[in-house]
């Protein structure tokens, strides 16, 4: 790479240097601008694409991209940084502060600053900023609110500099900048390892290496304790919420590309600011975040701290039975009558069950007990199509559990806490399974003693994405009151795939149609190996099941495969299926992560600030090439993905059964091969057939649902809440 000229368009890395003559175009939440350069000394203007820092007309910048030829715009450089540089003459400086890029500032003054300054202006801004007032006409308060303007943009013009020096790209450098703000440089100077786990899109690899051009050696205790702090980190990821002390010395030896015995002192120094450790029989020392363990012990006392709390019962049980069984025309089962009356005496309720078996029917039941008791109810799920499902079968308003603790996306916290509880007689919280411990932790804690809890949910289904299996420790602590249904309704009964997942749930094969049966909701379709499951998919989404049965292939159809990797894997799947439903339009520009309007995407992450979680579904309405833009419809609300957002998206038209947790599709087609050995168990069948309403299409080799059906073993987690909980119960006063 040569700095300082303009390389040539067939070089794979080139660099410009010049002045911006003109910028095109800009949009400040995105970063994303488009800049006419001049190169330096001379030549024609430059189109210049991509985001970065803000920019005035006539500052000097040096960039390095690369070449491409756009369809309507021609030969562009598409930038991968963008340092800005100092302007080298009174014009340019001229040019420079009177560009817009401070509030108040424009060319009348910006040229009585240079004259005043001189060359020694750019100096007097940063280091004497209180002399602007020796400026004629400036005044104090103009004086002081360039200064702060000056500062503001100085920090970021300096962190950009800083770390694109330091390998970091425009986009991750303008992300770690919305992080830290002025404070980017000495995060980063302090510990580079930072980045890994507060930034998203920044990894372990990502930090070292910029902890490498800063001169932090391979053994350096920082780097160590990085190590372990990661590994941690991931764990979570994982659904852990602590590792065996074992466990994480050598997977943090992993992570440095240490020996294992150069980890011990570097776990010992992080156990005295980050993390904490705790005995735990049988498995013996154990290691937490020290967030993970708070959020752990306070989660156990107070569901212990509800479930005592005295409650006057329900004495209108028998009333609320009879009415709801009068005005629905439902015949409650004694095991729901049952439900309802430990509901009127229990502050604190669980309800689970597999499909069929009449939770939401309870559920509706024990609405109508509070509110003829005259208790204020709050409705809530995880996500916002349970928390709108759940309000379409109540026809009551249902809220996403962080709606209803009041996020607040400034302060990036909750407003409904232990000092300004939830303001609610009783709360009920459908798909509870999908609850992890950081926001049950973030659920209890807001509320107040006296509220009862109802928690309702499948504890047979997978545990939620986050770290945790919140229900499954709650039900196995056996110190909550607990109501299982068992029994299948007759109308549910009917559907075969309602039958099969309780078969699969107690081990047994599930049962196919008879030959003919086009009428069923349930068919397995054999297949040999992974290629014959993949190429079976791609028939049968494509084609078969549009024709039979008249639905939409990208709307309608959700394939759920276990892994990521192989030919029967969500990458592998994604790129066909993509190619068959929403090929390429011609003539097309490249776009990031080859995304295209129609596509089916989903939220890799929690973004509380633009209400879409980890796991929503959209689709793909609006790209805008240049800008690097998406618009993606989620839940029927346009949602905004910039450059450095798009990596928070990923194509869906197949997807994990683990991030389809919470949601139901009007068919469902599931490869399950013995490739995907590893990831074979029970629970991840029943989680995946269990999200069909309609039809579900199992291609198999019979080898795997044997292998799936003989496992007995559930996803375990490390997670101490039940044994915690138990101790806590034990202690609890009534009050």
């Not at 240079?114 to 202006?121: A, L, N, Q």
């Not at 980050?274 to 306070?298: H, K, L, S, W």
Request: hydrophobic share 40%; with cysteine; proline share 6%.
């Amino acid at each position: 790479m040569t700095s300082g000229r303009l390389t040539h368009p067939e070089e794979p890395t080139s660099t410009l240097q010049g002045s911006i003559e003109r910028i095109t175009f800009e949009n400040e939440t995105t970063g994303f601008r488009v800049l006419q350069v001049a190169p330096e000394p001379e030549g024609p203007s430059v189109t210049v694409v991509g985001p970065m820092q803000p920019m005035s007309l006539g500052s000097r910048v040096r960039i390095t991209g690369r070449w491409e030829n756009d369809a309507r715009h021609g030969l562009q450089l598409r930038a991968h940084t963008v340092l800005l540089l100092e302007p080298d003459t009174r014009e340019g400086l001229m040019r420079y502060l009177g560009s817009g890029l401070i509030p108040g500032i424009g060319p009348a003054y910006a040229q009585r600053i240079v004259d005043r300054f001189g060359e020694d202006t750019l100096r007097v801004l940063d280091q004497e900023p209180h002399r602007l007032e020796e400026v004629q006409g400036l005044g104090p308060r103009r004086a002081l609110a360039v200064s702060q303007a000056w500062t503001e943009r100085r920090a970021l013009h300096d962190a950009m500099v800083f770390l694109q020096s330091h390998g970091v790209t425009s986009s991750l450098a303008i992300r770690i900048f919305r992080k830290f703000g002025a404070d980017t440089i000495r995060v980063v100077s302090e510990n580079p390892f930072q980045l890994a786990t507060e930034v998203w899109g920044i990894g372990f690899q990502k930090a070292d290496q910029i902890a490498t051009m800063l001169g932090i050696a391979k053994q350096a205790p920082q780097r160590l304790e990085a190590a372990v702090l990661f590994a941690l980190h991931q764990a979570e990821e994982r659904g852990h919420v602590f590792l065996p002390r074992h466990e994480l010395t050598r997977a943090a030896a992993q992570i440095a590309n240490v020996p294992e015995e150069h980890i011990p002192i570097a776990l010992e120094r992080t156990l005295l600011t980050n993390a904490r450790q705790d005995t735990i029989e049988p498995t013996g020392p154990v290691v937490y975040r020290n967030q993970r363990f708070i959020e752990e012990a306070a989660l156990a006392h107070g569901l212990a701290r509800i479930h005592g709390a005295s409650v006057a019962p329900l004495t209108k049980a028998n009333d609320a039975i009879a009415a709801f069984e009068h005005h629905t025309g439902i015949e409650l089962a004694d095991e729901q009558r049952q439900a309802i009356q430990q509901a009127a005496q229990s502050p604190l309720l669980i309800i689970t069950g597999g499909p069929g078996v009449g939770k939401t029917t309870l559920l509706r039941a024990i609405l109508e007990l509070f509110e003829t008791c005259g208790l204020s109810v709050r409705l809530a799920a995880p996500t916002g199509r349970a928390s709108r499902r759940m309000s379409e079968t109540t026809g009551k308003d249902a809220y996403t559990v962080h709606r209803l603790l009041e996020f607040d996306p400034r302060g990036g916290r909750f407003t409904r806490h232990e000092k300004k509880p939830i303001e609610a007689g009783a709360i009920i919280v459908d798909e509870s399974s999908m609850l992890d411990l950081t926001m049950s932790f973030a659920l209890i804690r807001a509320i107040a003693t006296g509220t009862r809890l109802v928690l309702v949910g499948d504890v047979d289904q997978l545990p939620s994405i986050g770290a945790g299996a919140v229900l499954r420790d709650i039900i196995d602590s056996r110190a909550i009151p607990c109501v299982r249904l068992h029994k299948v309704f007759r109308q549910a009964s009917q559907s075969r795939i309602v039958a099969n997942a309780h078969r699969i749930r107690e081990g047994l094969e599930p049962q196919t149609p008879e030959k003919g049966d086009l009428a069923s909701d349930f068919f397995i379709a054999p297949a040999k190996d992974a290629h014959d499951a993949a190429n079976k998919v791609l028939l049968l989404v494509q084609e078969r099941i549009p024709r039979q049965f008249h639905l939409d292939p990208v709307r309608d159809v959700q394939v759920l495969t276990p892994m990521r990797r192989g030919p029967a894997g969500i990458e592998a799947l994604n790129e066909r299926l993509q190619h068959a439903l929403n090929p390429p339009h011609i003539p097309q520009r490249p776009f990031p992560m080859n995304l295209r309007m129609g596509d089916k995407v989903m939220q890799l992450r929690n973004d509380y600030t633009r209400d879409v979680f980890n796991g929503d579904l959209g689709f793909v309405t609006h790209t805008d090439p240049n800008a690097e833009q998406a618009v993606v419809e989620i839940d029927g609300r346009p949602i905004v993905y910039d450059r450095p957002h798009l990596d928070e998206l990923r194509l869906s038209y197949a997807c994990s059964i683990h991030k389809s947790q919470g949601s139901e599709y009007p068919a469902v087609v599931i490869p399950w091969v013995t490739a995907h050995f590893i990831m074979l168990s029970r629970n991840l069948l029943y989680t995946a057939v269990t999200r069909g309403q309609r039809l579900v299409v199992l291609v198999a080799e019979p080898r795997a649902i044997q292998l799936a059906l003989s496992q007995t073993r559930r996803e375990q987690r490390y997670s101490n809440l039940m044994q915690r909980l138990a101790a806590a119960v034990q202690q609890q006063p009534l009050v």
